[in-house]
């Protein structure tokens, strides 16, 4: 069974651009999840996807904005880069939510670097 | 406002020690609480999974425990390799589920 996949493994973009970052759940997997991990900084909740709705969202600036298409397959939008969006962004999946919820599985990650 | 703390920051062992992992969080409030295995540059991997109403959660060398009243984990590594060198991260999931990672403890085995 594929894991977590998730593209491009590196991209590198100019402060002020966009960029697009792209998941795959494991099959079967309704949620998405996204976190920005900086460094020195360690794991911060981003976004969090379930059945094509934004259920919840961490302590980001509305610059980052994504969403989940009918395959459960989600995408991560940065908009007017900065230089401390620099990254690794990690996606990851569950197959259920709320009480009771089922172990999240992560991607390899997508290391974005704003210059 | 859900905190999580993971003590200590690193860790040195020689092979074949059996070591602990500290975990606290400040709400006890949670879902589940889950323990990653995470390799330089890479993403993380699922060690434990552990639900509210459990107490522990064991998988091959490792046995990882829950005290809700008290806020604690632990994760146990038993006869510890140079291949469990890494960082831990444990992370509760909390209502509304927002997760909240701690910063980890670097683990280094020495062979």
């Known amino acids: 069974e594929a894991g977590v996949t998730q593209s491009p493994t590196h991209l590198i973009k100019t402060r002020g651009q966009q960029a697009t970052l792209r998941c795959s759940p494991i099959s079967g997997h309704t949620s998405v999840y996204w976190y920005q991990q900086a460094l020195g900084l360690g794991l ?3 976004l969090w996807y379930d059945e094509g709705e934004e259920r919840n969202r961490g302590n980001f600036p509305p610059r980052f904005s994504g969403r989940q298409f009918p395959n459960y397959s989600s995408e991560l939008n940065v908009n007017a880069l900065e230089l401390e969006d620099s990254a690794l962004y990690l996606c990851a ?15 390899p990650g997508t290391r974005l670097t704003v210059t | ?5 993971q003590i200590p920051a690193a860790l040195s062992v020689p092979e074949g020690e059996n070591l602990v992992l500290n975990c606290s969080f400040t709400d006890s409030a949670i879902y589940n609480l889950q323990w990653f295995r995470q390799d330089p540059g890479k993403g993380l991997t699922s060690l434990l999974l552990i639900q509210s109403s459990q107490r522990e959660q064991t998988s091959g060398r490792l046995n990882a425990s829950l005290d809700k009243s008290s806020g604690r984990s632990t994760l146990y590594i038993a006869a510890s390799q140079p291949g469990d060198s890494a960082t831990y991260l444990c992370a509760v999931h909390t209502g509304g589920f ?14």
């Open chain 2, 98 to 111: 927002k997760t909240i990672f701690g910063a980890g403890t670097r683990l280094f085995v020495k062979a």
């Open chain 1, 93 to 107: 999946s569950s197959w259920g939510t709320g009480l009771g919820a089922y172990e999240q599985y992560f991607g």
């Open chain 1, 44 to 46: 911060q909740f981003l």
């Open chain 2, 1 to 5: 406002k859900q905190e999580v703390t």
